[in-house]
């Protein structure tokens, strides 16, 4: 599985991005599909996941401004990213994970700044 992601780029606090995360190659092992982000001088942390079976879980420092969904036939994950704040700022990654194999794409910065 390759993933590819996509959307990032600079945006005023409050504004809004989406960020997107496509696969190629059979992820018919995959059963998570998540967001990771990592900012300047910080861990690499969890923002979002999603299980095939649609559960979603939350950084709570998001919770309520992002939005983590899927669509299966183009095997693509999103990232709907409102109300942006400057700490938000950091490179986004995507991560799927499966049968003890895990996957990640190359990141795509997201620069929240006034």
């Known amino acids: 599985v390759q993933l590819q992601a996509s959307g990032g780029g600079s945006v005023q606090p409050g504004g809004s991005l989406r960020l997107s995360c496509a696969a190629s190659?059979?992820?018919?092992?995959?059963?998570?599909r998540g967001w990771y982000r990592q900012a300047p001088g910080k861990e690499r942390e969890l923002v979002a996941a999603?299980?095939?079976?649609?559960?979603?879980n939350y950084a709570d420092s998001v919770k309520g401004r992002f939005t983590i969904s899927r669509d299966i036939r183009k095997n693509t994950v999103y990232l709907q990213m409102n109300s942006l704040k400057p700490e938000d700022t950091a490179v986004y990654y995507c991560?799927?994970?499966?049968?003890?194999?895990?996957?990640w794409g190359k990141g795509t910065l997201v620069t929240v700044s006034s």
């Open positions: 190659g059979s992820s018919f092992s995959i059963n998570v």
């Open positions: 991560r799927w994970t499966g049968w003890g194999m895990e996957y």
């Open positions: 999603i299980t095939n079976g649609g559960s979603t």
